[in-house]
């Protein structure tokens, strides 16, 4: 992992950029289990101003179980986290770190003590944003992916049974997408005592968006939509809409959740033209 600089220096370039976010039930449950966060965190100490977004999304589960209170849990877990350590010199990926791992405890804290909601769990893939530096966290299958005007790629990687059968090269992804166990995570905040975390940092260059999403984005739409709506969009918001719209179009058979943080200056874009797997325990998204 690279060493991580949290230099308290403000930067013009975080500034031009704005954020999209949206939350949708679809056209099939009757409960949205997903809570997203985008919280705009800026400080003023010793004469000096520091600025950091925070973006993330839960994908809960559980159903009956109250999988919209493990989302709900694991941001509250995230931002009391991250919020009191951001000055502290501390890697932003450590502080995610640590707050996916609370959140774990808190949500098996609360099955523990409502043992009607036994079963219940989230996702999640969360970023600590400072400058154009993307420092990200994530368990399960919500994903991030940057997004530039030439190409979107996943940075990632879902822990899932299908993601292992790609990882052994016996399905491609095309095939994994209809593939009858695609629904079966890995990983899951909130389910077992311990819970490893993927940690990352990368650099968002001028012209790059980054997105945060849970699988009910990734179910009905390709990389080349959701690539297609971004690039063309004159907004991160109105993207977030268009995305959701076209889901739900296509069955929106989950709930559907997303951020957006656009490429700088992307208020003036005009519309163009044209870690290790074995066979593992599955819980079911």
Do not use: W
């Given at each position: 992992m690279n060493q991580e600089n949290n230099s308290n220096s403000d930067s013009s370039a975080e500034k031009a950029r704005k954020i999209g976010m949206?939350?949708?039930?679809?056209?099939?449950?009757?409960?949205?289990?997903?809570?997203?966060?985008?919280?705009?965190?800026?400080?003023?100490?010793n004469s000096e101003s520091s600025k950091?977004?925070?973006?993330?999304?839960?994908?809960?589960?559980?159903?009956?179980?109250?999988?919209?209170?493990?989302?709900?849990?694991?941001?509250n877990a995230i931002a009391r986290a991250v919020i009191p350590d951001l000055l502290n010199n501390?890697?932003?990926?450590?502080?995610?770190?640590?707050?996916?791992?609370?959140?774990n405890q808190d949500i098996?804290?609360?099955?523990?003590?409502?043992?009607?909601?036994?079963?219940?769990?989230?996702?999640?893939?969360?970023?600590?944003?400072?400058?154009?530096?993307?420092?990200?966290?994530?368990?399960?299958?919500?994903?991030?992916?940057?997004?530039?005007?030439?190409e979107i790629c996943r940075v990632t990687k879902?822990?899932?049974?299908?993601q292992a059968l790609i990882d052994e090269d016996e399905i491609t992804e095309e095939q994994a997408?209809?593939?009858?166990?695609?629904?079966?995570?890995?990983?899951?905040?909130?389910?077992?005592p311990s819970i490893e975390v993927d940690t990352m940092k990368l650099t968002l260059d001028s012209d790059?968006?980054?997105?945060?999403?849970?699988?009910?984005?990734?179910?009905?739409?390709?990389?080349?939509?959701?690539?297609?709506?971004?690039?063309?969009?004159?907004?991160?918001?109105?993207?977030c809409k268009e995305i959701v719209d076209l889901a739900n179009e296509r069955g929106g058979s989950d709930n559907i959740s997303l951020i957006i943080l656009s490429s700088e200056g992307s208020d003036t874009k005009e519309t163009e033209p044209n870690t290790k797997e074995t066979e593992p325990d599955t819980i079911s998204d």
């Open positions: 949206l939350t949708d039930v679809g056209q099939v449950r009757t409960v949205d289990e997903d809570s997203i966060l985008a919280a705009d965190l800026s400080f003023g100490v950091f977004l925070l973006l993330a999304v839960a994908d809960g589960m559980g159903g009956h179980a109250k999988g919209e209170e493990a989302s709900k849990i694991a941001l501390t890697p932003f990926t450590k502080i995610l770190e640590k707050g996916i791992q609370n959140a098996l804290d609360y099955t523990a003590k409502n043992p009607e909601a036994s079963g219940m769990g989230t996702t999640s893939v969360c970023a600590v944003v400072k400058d154009n530096q993307i420092h990200l966290a994530n368990v399960g299958d919500s994903r991030a992916y940057r997004v530039s005007d030439d879902d822990h899932s049974y299908v997408r209809e593939h009858p166990r695609k629904n079966e995570i890995t990983r899951a905040v909130g389910i077992m790059e968006s980054l997105l945060l999403c849970c699988d009910g984005v990734i179910a009905h739409l390709s990389d080349d939509d959701i690539h297609k709506i971004i690039r063309d969009s004159p907004d991160p918001q109105t993207a």
